[in-house]
T-cell receptor, first 112, second 112 residues
Framework: GENVEQHPSTLSVQEGDSAVIKCTYS??????FPWYKQELGKGPQLIID?????GEKKDQRIAVTLNKTAKHFSLHITETQPEDSAVYFC???????????FGKGTKLSVKP | NAGVTQTPKFRILKIGQSMTLQCTQD?????MYWYRQDPGMGLKLIYY???????DKGEVPNGYNVSRSTTEDFPLRLELAAPSQTSVYFC???????????FGSGTRLTVV
């Protein structure tokens, strides 16, 4: 089955710097790749997603890139702010079954 | 719009006790899921449902049961609680296959 690896497990940056989180997946049939943000004591919230027919997607300070050949995708956060501090999860699915396989998460800390 | 509502938020169970975690969504979503989250392990799928009357096992179904009698409700049943079931449980729903999951705020369960 699908396996999603996520790195790093923890990331600390200074406010205003950029942060990059990387994920790799094993199943070449996967075609949907969302990213979730989980704040302390809350459920994960979808922040951006990308489908396999697109190489890059951007929404204000966040962007996701996908390399289907290498089977990896990345989350980029620019101009980080303290409120970006949270745990971020990547996930992958084949869409038709509707089951997301999640990475183990990255705890991002943005220091003021 | 409440989204996905989970109850209770916290619960302590003794080994061998039973309980039901409740999940209700008001978005008329067909797809519903139960995940468990253990520290550093990401989210693991327990059970899912693609519509009322249809359920199927995920990655880690042992020790759990579900039912889906209505579109809105997807309760998760623990029959004989074990310490290994200590975790945070999240319910999620989506209207179109794997896309755009909405998560509840979680139930923190401790089995002692």
């Amino acid at each position: 089955g699908e396996n999603v690896e996520q790195h790093p497990s923890t990331l600390s940056v200074q406010e205003g710097d950029s942060a990059v989180i990387k994920c790799t997946y094993s199943d070449s049939a996967s075609n949907y790749f969302p990213w979730y943000k989980q704040e302390l004591g809350k459920g994960p919230q979808l922040i951006i997603d990308i489908r396999s027919n697109v190489g890059e997607k951007k929404d204000q300070r966040i962007a996701v890139t996908l390399n289907k050949t290498a089977k990896h995708f990345s989350l980029h956060i620019t101009e980080t702010q303290p409120e970006d501090s949270a745990v971020y999860f990547c996930a992958a699915s084949k869409g038709s079954q509707g089951n997301l396989i999640f990475g183990k998460g990255t705890k991002l800390s943005v220091k003021p | 719009n409440a989204g996905v509502t989970q109850t209770p938020k916290f619960r302590i169970l003794k080994i061998g006790q039973s309980m039901t975690l409740q999940c209700t969504q008001d978005m008329n979503h067909n797809y519903m899921y139960w995940y468990r989250q253990d520290p550093g392990m990401g989210l693991k799928l327990i059970y899912y449902s693609v519509g009322a009357g249809i359920t199927d096992k995920g990655e880690v179904p042992n020790g759990y049961n579900v039912s889906r009698s209505t579109t809105e409700d997807f309760p998760l049943r623990l029959e004989l609680a074990a310490p290994s079931q200590t975790s945070v449980y999240f319910c999620a729903s989506s209207g179109w296959e794997a896309y755009g999951y909405t998560f509840g705020s979680g139930t923190r369960l401790t089995v002692v």
